[in-house]
């Protein structure tokens, strides 16, 4: 009897054996549990009952860490790769990254290979960054929609994710302008993209080169008033640098935000600068955004610059199109920008303008938010004033066409210019101000 039973033990450990041994062999670790089990099957215990029941122990114990194997090879542990932020740290990525969402998220990829990890990348390397998020390709706003929908809602005053942007570029409907002693210089610019060829994060060596060939051919398209020459930075001669520097023209390789976000990548090779005759219409090719529009001059004669622009993306965008491609645009986010900041209009309507009384009152900020603009030093976003002369310019980009936001700028510089006349003559501020 006693040895019936053990051939029975043993034909049964055999054929768990056989089962382990497959297991193994798909790359599932039983190293411990399969020795005991082995080991228990070959001994002399005389007792029989006390050996069977090892058995039965050993093997649900195995059974169990099989289990445990299977559940962490097929998904990590839940959130465990989630950015750490500082307390110091304010971002709109601190703010509405959940585990949840991250988890949702980081597994995920656009058709053109862009990850969501790159996508958050500079706000978890730069934890004093306002957004910390860039867009690799059109598609990462949809692919990412659950974090980058609250990005936008926020950072755009309530942007719903149903609402649909409206552009328009017809400069008749402005009124007024900023003719005025006080304004040194206006630029407005907007920012384009191609569709089908990558934001400055997520592009590839080609497509960047692509969009560099594709624009150059647009340029020497462009009608008279808007025709003139352009300069790929890579190569360029000292005698051009140096003239597209004192011009204020030459851009630079992206701050570190870019470079985390990857923008800088093969600098400068496919970056170029065009500018027309008068110096009064450039593209910047492949900084931030694939095109840069600029037009700009000295004085306050906001709508004849701002004609000159809409000429401009016009005579552009019909040489993309002739090309076989678009700008990347769609009728909830408008223009599509590498920044989130930037969809809708993509416009930044600006002037230099001489506000030193203004700019020192305490209420300055306050004043420049009440009536929807942005103050910045001179030389860009993060600089310093220099004799009390700020560049002011619209906050909002989506939502509101581009008049729309124009008229805005307009409206709250000569608010800002009368209060500064006010400031300095001792009378009532403006109402806007009160």
Request: glycine share 10%.
């Amino acid at each position: 009897l006693l040895l019936l039973l053990l051939l029975l033990v043993c034909k049964v450990g055999m054929r768990m054996i056989s089962r382990l041994v497959k297991s193994v062999s798909k790359g599932l670790a039983i190293g411990v549990g399969l020795g005991a089990v082995g080991s228990m099957i070959v001994s002399t215990e005389d007792n029989t009952y006390t050996m069977l029941l090892n058995i039965s122990d050993r093997l649900k114990r195995v059974e169990e860490n099989l289990a445990g194997v299977k559940k962490s090879a097929s998904k990590g542990e839940f959130g465990a790769g989630f950015p750490r932020f500082t307390e110091e740290c304010h971002s709109l990525l601190k703010k509405h990254l959940t585990i949840d969402i991250y988890d949702q998220l980081k597994d995920k990829q656009t058709p053109n290979g862009f990850t969501f990890e790159r996508s958050i990348q500079s706000g978890v390397d730069n934890q004093d960054s306002g957004v910390g998020a860039y867009a690799g390709d059109e598609d990462t706003y949809t692919v990412f929609a659950p974090f980058f929908d609250r990005v936008i809602e926020d950072y755009h005053g309530g942007y719903k994710p149903t609402d649909k942007h409206v552009s328009d570029m017809d400069a008749t409907k402005l009124v007024g302008n900023c003719n005025h002693e006080a304004v040194l210089s206006t630029r407005i610019r907007v920012g384009r993209n191609i569709r089908g060829l990558g934001l400055s994060p997520g592009c590839t060596r080609a497509q960047r080169r692509e969009v560099e060939r594709i624009l150059v051919k647009a340029f020497s398209t462009l009608p008279e008033g808007l025709s003139g020459q352009y300069y790929p930075l890579d190569g360029m001669s000292e005698t051009d640098r140096q003239r597209l520097v004192a011009d204020h023209f030459l851009f630079k390789k992206g701050d570190r935000f870019l470079e985390s976000a990857g923008s800088n990548r093969d600098w400068p090779e496919s970056r170029g600068i065009f500018h027309n005759n008068d110096k009064k219409f450039l593209v910047w090719v492949n900084e931030e955004d694939q095109a840069r529009i600029i037009s700009m001059e000295k004085g306050g004669d906001v709508k004849g610059i701002f004609e000159r622009l809409s000429s401009g993306i016009s005579a552009i965008e019909s040489a993309i199109k002739s090309a076989g491609y678009e700008y990347a645009h769609n009728d909830h986010l408008g223009y599509i920008h590498s920044c989130p900041t930037n969809c809708g209009t993509g416009m930044r309507a600006s002037v230099h303008v001489k506000i030193p009384n203004v700019s020192k009152h305490p209420e300055f900020k306050n004043w420049c938010e009440k009536l929807r603009l942005q103050p910045r030093g001179i030389h860009g976003e993060h600089s310093e004033s220099v004799g009390g002369v700020y560049d002011i310019s619209n906050k909002e980009r989506l939502g509101k066409s581009e008049v729309q936001l124009v008229q805005t700028m307009i409206d709250g510089v000569n608010t800002l210019i009368a209060a500064e006349e006010a400031l300095a003559n001792g009378s009532a501020l403006p109402s806007q101000l009160q």
